[in-house]
């Protein structure tokens, strides 16, 4: 089976990541795939010289440019037995392209912002042959704009090197960092609404002494590092800026993981890492955690900063219950790693694609 994947960014977060490791995960389970993404930037550095990396989409800025993506994407569903799109802006001129009426056309929506009933959003998305969502409670509002064709929700896999490693003490001594303080921390942009306030708030709140690692960048920081000055906790944050070669060491010395807010790809990729590396995640109840944490088997669900705190103390208190959570969250990660959901996704598209001259289901 051949899939094309066409995601209208040119930078390695939200959609675009996914769209990348989807592409890996379906040559890993056998398939051919290639991705048509927008060149520029760290996406593109990151697939410099991989064969099924296609940066040919450009930014709009003139009308020329509308065309070169027009004609782009018709080369990519003329070499495809399935199309996916990402966003609206790829999944709208894949359909001035014509791409559904050269392949089945299936959209992943990866935020509920994009679930838009306004006539031309249901236009664009009634062109579709199906559609895949982040986690299950999206799937009915997913099914209904589509129109009732098939759908099914997919995580984002997990790289094999968020695996187990050594003990937080022991990662901790690696990043010369104190191997006695326990570590509370957090991945993620360094944004407004993505929970590193709320992560001061309970690391203030906490009976056990801990240090705090804020991993990621962003201009919410100078914020901040107010806010942790007025808690009076600076001096145990550690602002470990955005990191990605050593980020399983940096996840692997934290005690617990914390997650309480969505980026921009609702599939939640960072709680998947930090389980991967074997680390508890301590999480408010955001739509789709469900789908990935199983409270006290894999991870602590509870709400507000006191709640947050009084999990991270509960784990550093009965240490073996911290390890057993952290097992069960590696090995919750075995069916989200590369080849498995290659093999799903496979299946799923496999109903769209006429790989065995059958005639299959196209759009409408």
Avoid at 236 to 260: N, Q
Wanted: proline content about 7%; aromatic content about 6%.
């Amino acid at each position: 089976m051949r899939v094309g994947l066409a995601v209208s960014s040119n930078k390695f977060t939200g959609a675009a990541a996914v769209a990348e490791h989807w592409c890996r995960a379906l040559h890993s389970a056998g398939h051919e795939a290639r991705l048509l993404f927008v060149a520029g930037a760290n996406l593109e550095r990151r697939l410099i010289n991989v064969p099924w990396a296609i940066p040919d989409l450009v930014k709009e800025r003139r009308p020329g440019d509308i065309r070169s993506n027009i004609r782009v994407l018709r080369r990519l569903a003329e070499g495809s037995d399935v199309v996916m799109t990402f966003l609206p802006h790829d999944h709208f001129e894949a359909v001035i392209a014509g791409v559904h009426r050269r392949a089945p056309l299936i959209r992943a929506f990866r935020n509920p912002r994009h679930l838009r009933k306004d006539p031309l959003h249901r236009w664009v998305a009634h062109q579709c042959s199906g559609a895949m969502a982040p986690f299950e409670s999206f799937l009915a509002r997913t099914k209904q704009l589509i129109g009732g064709g098939p759908t099914d929700s997919f995580p984002v896999p997990v790289e094999d090197r968020f695996c187990p490693g050594p003990d937080p003490r022991e990662a901790r001594q690696l990043l010369a960092m104190d191997r006695v303080t326990p570590v509370i921390g957090m991945v993620g942009k360094l944004a407004q609404g993505r929970g590193f306030k709320m992560l001061l708030d309970a690391a203030a709140r906490t009976r056990n002494h801990c240090r705090i690692l804020a991993v990621g960048h962003g201009e919410f920081q100078p914020s901040l590092e107010r806010h942790s000055q007025d808690l009076g906790i600076s001096d145990h944050v550690t602002w470990a800026g955005k990191r990605e070669e050593d980020l399983p060491l940096l996840l692997g010395a934290m005690d617990a993981v914390v997650f309480t807010a969505p980026g921009s790809d609702w599939g939640h990729r960072a709680i998947s890492e930090a389980q991967g590396c074997g680390r508890p995640v301590i999480t408010t109840p955001v739509a789709g955690v469900e789908d990935l944490v199983r409270h006290e088997r894999t991870g602590l669900i509870t709400e507000h900063p006191q709640g947050i705190a009084g999990a991270f103390d509960q784990l550093i208190d009965k240490p073996d219950f911290a390890r057993t959570l952290g097992r069960g969250a590696s090995e919750a990660t075995a069916d989200r790693r590369f080849e498995a959901i290659g093999r799903r996704l496979a299946t799923f598209l496999e109903e769209f694609s006429p790989v065995d001259g059958s005639p299959k289901r196209r759009n409408r």
